[in-house]
């Protein structure tokens, strides 16, 4: 092989290596992205569900609470 194949060769490894490394790296932040997404899932359904309970306790306050109150 003639010496500019060489250095060729040698400039591709070296670039394969970091992108080994470059992707291994990414991996770990998508594993950890993808734990905090899931940790926030819970989340959003229980803002929900409270949210659901407060609207209709607040609904029903609004319906029954004219005919409770008295003007006395």
């Known amino acids: 092989m003639t010496d500019e194949v060489q250095r060729d060769l040698g400039r591709m490894e070296a670039q394969i290596t970091t992108l080994i490394s470059q992707v291994s790296a990414l991996n770990v932040k998508v594993a950890a992205i993808d734990k905090t997404l ?8 229980m803002l929900l569900m409270v949210g659901g309970v407060a609207g209709a306790v607040g609904g029903l306050l609004g319906k029954y609470l004219p005919f409770l109150h008295t003007d006395g």
Do not use: L, Q
């Not at 940790?39 to 959003?44: I, T």
């Open 38 to 45: 899931s940790e926030a899932r819970g989340g959003w359904r």
